[in-house]
């Protein structure tokens, strides 16, 4: 008998790390959690692209999109930019999001890294 919930098989296919090819631009790092009662599952996911103005147009496309249906919930942790070198296969985290506040690049950094493979990923808590 399965006794996974319908909203942590929705969470299982969500990517953990979602960001622009290259370049330097905003990221937020999201946590999604379940709405079914009894159910305590959660994932925290990066998402960073360069059309976003501010990082709340980031968190709110993707907490839209991930929260129809009515069985799944997000919370904004914080943000930050992100500078993605793929010619270098480089990934550099840092900054903050005045509107979020600073997001732990340590946990972004390592799901940047388990989604980019022999890449270098850093992290600093300097720059905006």
Not at 65 to 78: N, Q
Request: charged share 30%; glycine share 10%; aromatic share 10%.
């Amino acid at each position: 008998m399965c006794t996974q919930t319908r909203a942590a098989a929705l969470m299982a296919n969500i990517p953990e790390a979602d960001i622009d090819p290259s370049g330097v631009f905003k990221y937020v790092l999201i946590r999604v959690h379940s709405r079914e009662e009894g159910d305590d599952s959660e994932v925290d996911i990066v998402r960073g692209y360069g059309w976003a103005s501010y990082h709340a147009d980031i968190y709110d496309k993707v907490s839209e999109e991930l929260e129809k249906g009515g069985v799944l919930d997000c919370e904004c942790l914080g943000g930050g930019r992100i500078k993605h070198d793929p010619e270098a296969k480089k990934i550099h985290v840092y900054g903050y999001s005045q509107g979020f506040g600073r997001a732990n690049h340590a946990v972004a950094t390592e799901k940047l890294k388990a989604r980019f493979p022999g890449y270098e990923v850093t992290w600093a808590n300097e720059g905006y």
